[in-house]
């Protein structure tokens, strides 16, 4: 079972990855693993950071 679970981790951060892209950053990873029904269930839980914001210079500046 350790082994079966750890090759569910590894797919599951390398979807993380894919899905998080190049702009943005896991700060923390979390898993969970059960047994339901015969099966090994694995769930990611993470939290990440990402660049969604876009600058351009000169709009929207605001003098006091």
């Known amino acids: 079972q350790a082994a079966a679970q750890a090759l569910l ?3 599951l951060l390398k979807q993380l990855d894919v899905l ?3 702009d943005g950053e ?3 990873t979390r898993f969970a693993a059960r047994i ?4 090994l269930e694995v769930t990611l839980t993470a939290q ?3 660049e969604i914001g876009e ?3 000169g ?3 605001v003098t006091p």
Request: with cysteine.
């Open 36 to 39: 339901s029904d015969g099966r």
């Open 55 to 57: 600058e351009r210079p």
């Open 59 to 61: 709009e929207g500046a």
């Open 48 to 50: 990440c950071l990402e």
């Open 26 to 28: 896991v700060e923390s």
């Open 9 to 11: 981790e590894e797919q």
């Open 20 to 22: 998080i892209g190049e």
